[in-house]
């Protein structure tokens, strides 16, 4: 088979998995464009598409064209094969250290000086989600924000004001927490280094 031949396979073989399985290539958009920090306007005008059209991508109810899935992977640097990898890590449980994706937050949504290093990668298929937020010096989350759920978080380095409804903790290494999310949160840094929670919640918001 030629080169041509091969080329002309590729593209049948990946227009048939995106028409096969549009929610796993939403994943992985999605997850694609959030650790690169782009918004959803971002990503369309770079790619020359919709925003509504992008979204119901991610949300898996439409499935790109070929032309447009080239032009997406293009811009978030990545290419159209991991898009369609069925595993994720070592049969999907493992996920080794410098290989989680680390996801920088729009600061006008999420707050700034905030990063999130994957524990449990976005999947529909996951009731958890679990991240290690990092928050550089000065920095706090937008909020507060509330919804439904809840929360737990262990303080893996640094100090950290967590504000839950009316209350506000100091807190450092080694302390933990847990709260009912429908409570109004937020936190920032407060100490004069780089802090890094490790944090879960329930069921999955972001």
């Known amino acids: 088979m030629n080169k041509i031949e091969l080329d002309k396979q590729a593209r049948e073989n ?6 096969t399985n549009p929610a796993r290539l939403g ?5 694609a ?4 920090g782009l918004t959803l306007k971002a990503l369309a005008e770079a790619a020359n598409c919709s925003e509504s059209l992008l979204s119901k991508i991610e ?3 439409a499935s790109p064209s070929l032309p447009m899935l080239h032009r997406l992977v293009q811009v978030l640097e990545t290419n159209i094969g991991w898009m369609f990898e069925e595993s994720d890590g070592e049969e999907g449980i493992v996920f080794r250290a410098g290989t989680r994706p680390l996801i920088a937050l729009d600061p006008l949504r999420r707050g700034e000086g905030i990063s999130l290093e994957r524990i449990i990668p976005y999947s529909q298929g996951h009731l958890l989600q679990c991240n290690i937020h990092h928050i550089e010096k ?10 439904a759920g809840e929360e737990v978080g262990y303080v893996l380095a640094g100090k950290v004001e967590l504000i839950v409804g009316e209350r506000q903790f100091q807190l450092a290494a080694g302390d933990a927490f847990v709260f009912n999310s429908d409570l109004p949160h937020h936190y920032r840094n ?17």
Not at 14 to 19: D, G
Not at 138 to 147: M, T
Not at 195 to 206: E, G, H, K, Q, Y
């Open 14 to 19: 990946s227009r048939e998995i995106a028409e």
């Open 27 to 31: 994943t992985r958009l999605k997850l």
């Open 33 to 36: 464009r959030q650790t690169r």
């Open 59 to 61: 949300n898996g109810k």
């Open 138 to 147: 000065d920095g706090a989350s937008a909020g507060p924000i509330q919804h």
């Open 190 to 206: 407060i100490g004069s280094e780089r802090a890094s929670i490790f944090w879960v919640n329930t069921p999955p918001t972001f």
